[in-house]
């Protein structure tokens, strides 16, 4: 039977932002799935080569076991219950947000992207207890990572010809590199963001090969691997720029989560911003 709130509570977010909170009547506990996801590994062997040797890992989506526990004042109750969660897990509504929080950290991890994977029932098991359900869910999240905390920091003051900002950005959060959304607020000619992490390993850039006039602007996704602006659908970015590979490191993985920043910019005034976004990214919780 359903006892207390638990250590934490879960919420699902639907795609039109409704939310609903299992906080009492219904519980949602999760079994498995906070830990790191499958990942698919290519490699490759030379002729006549007795091993193979790694190209690379990637993440699968997520797999999420569950059990859904409802309980209700009485018969007529609990199936008005068990109606309204049909709602919330409708797959007809598309994919789901599935947030996590833990009230005694004062944290929310995040997944994206959720669907049901199977079907999902429960009997009404009238003999045991009437006002009393449980439903075994499994669930998918095509998104394979969790987020946490959201952070936003702007770079204005540019200096010099070309106008240069040079910054640190100390990630101190989160087990996996972090993709950010960069937002490039005109006026400028030009602009460019460089991200340098180890010595002598060539820094990861976006380079915007545009202008933009006071008013417009144009972000550069990371994570969706998109580039939009408020002129034109036209991708701006420079053949060389690494949007598919540009991030920002956490204190977890190595050098301490500094990342050297290095914005440059052609025909600037004191309104040109640089905007970084990004959520504390974890692989496993």
Known sequence: MIGGLGSYLVSVEDVNGSVYTFDGNTQLRILTGRSAPETRTASSALPLQNYSRVEYNAFLPRRLTAVLQVLGEDAAHMWKCRQDMYRVFNPFKGPFTLHVTYPQKGVTYTAY????????????????????????????????????????????????????????????????WASPLVRFYGPFTAIAIFNTIWKNVTPKKLDVRMALAAGQSLSVDCRFKRVTSTVTPELALWHDSNLNTFGLIPESLGSGGVNNLDIYSFGYTANTIVQVEWDDTYYAI
Do not use: C
């Not at 869910?137 to 702007?154: C, E, N, R």
């Open 113 to 176: 992207n959720v669907m049901l994977s199977d079907a999902m029932d429960s009997p009404l098991d009238t003999k045991r207890d009437p006002r009393y359900s449980e439903f075994a869910l499994s669930m998918t999240a095509l998104d394979p990572f969790w987020y946490g905390t959201h952070h936003v920091v702007q770079y204005t003051g540019f200096t010099g010809t070309p106008g240069a900002i040079s910054t640190t950005l100390t990630l101190t959060a989160g087990n996996y």
